[in-house]
């Protein structure tokens, strides 16, 4: 009998905690009070379609024609190690055109390898966890954005550089590839600073890995816009696209 006792208690305490687990999901939820309560998947699902929806949105608006060479928030410069030969353009025949012709071809190997950047994050977003959902749901606005550039940042990186590298072998313009327009300016500045005239000005050399550095910018500049959309799909109605989207996020913000 007092075995029958001690099997129906902890029958009831495993209630009470089940009971309890179902309350704190509907507040982490978000769920007002006479609503059918968001079930984990939901949640999950929903913070995936969000990250989906942002993430090829970012890259759309990256890959178009300008969307970096155009875009103040995004646009790649020289490398810092360049900074030497944008200091001295006088040195350098029609260098300034030089310099922003090489400027454009960088950010075209951008705009070009940003195509391939949506299927690539949606192989990440795949992954989510469901408490990895909720801790992001609750987190801050770009909780989603940190998220994907700490998970995945190396992954993405050495999927991405390969498209880097084949635009930048690509002829874009005029029949002229990147790398043969940054070997053009590099080279011509290197062969100045070696001069017996460059070493007398104490003019240094740039020998810059332009596929990495490119790499990396291009990336930072994904990670930008998809900030940029997480914020506007916790924030702006209009933005949540799918039912899914509307209810997680609405009912959420509710709390």
């Known amino acids: ?44 699902d929903g913070l995936k379609q969000a990250l989906v929806v942002g993430s090829d949105s970012a890259a759309s608006r990256l890959s178009a024609a300008d969307g970096y060479y155009r875009n103040e928030l995004v646009r790649i410069l020289l490398p810092p190690e360049a900074e030497v030969i944008t200091r001295n353009l006088s040195y350098l025949p029609g260098g300034e055109q030089l310099v922003e012709d090489v400027i454009l071809r960088i950010n075209r190997a951008a705009e ?10 949606a192989r990440a977003i795949a992954d989510m966890s469901i408490r990895d959902g909720f801790d992001i749901l609750r987190g801050e606005r770009d909780a989603a954005t940190q998220y994907l550039r ?55 050399r740039v020998d810059t890995q332009l596929d990495d550095y490119l790499t990396s910018k291009a990336l930072d500049g994904l990670f930008v816009h998809l900030a940029i959309e997480e914020e506007k799909i916790r924030t702006d109605p209009a933005a949540r696209v799918t039912d899914l989207l509307r209810r997680v996020f609405g009912e959420q913000r509710a709390v």
């Open 112 to 121: 070009d390898a940003a195509r391939g950047a949506g299927p690539i994050f």
């Open 150 to 204: 700490i998970h995945t940042y190396d992954a993405l990186y050495g999927l991405y550089q390969p498209s880097i590298q084949r635009s930048l072998d690509k002829e874009i313009v005029g029949g002229v590839s990147t790398n043969e327009a940054w070997n053009t300016l590099t080279g011509q500045w290197n062969r100045l600073a070696s001069s017996a005239a460059g070493r007398l000005a104490s003019l240094e």
């Open 1 to 44: 009998m007092m075995y029958f006792h001690m099997i129906r208690r902890s029958l009831l305490v495993c209630l009470v905690l089940v009971f309890a687990g179902c309350d704190e999901l509907r507040h982490i939820a978000g769920q007002p009070g006479g609503h059918r309560p968001l079930t984990n998947q939901e949640v999950i």
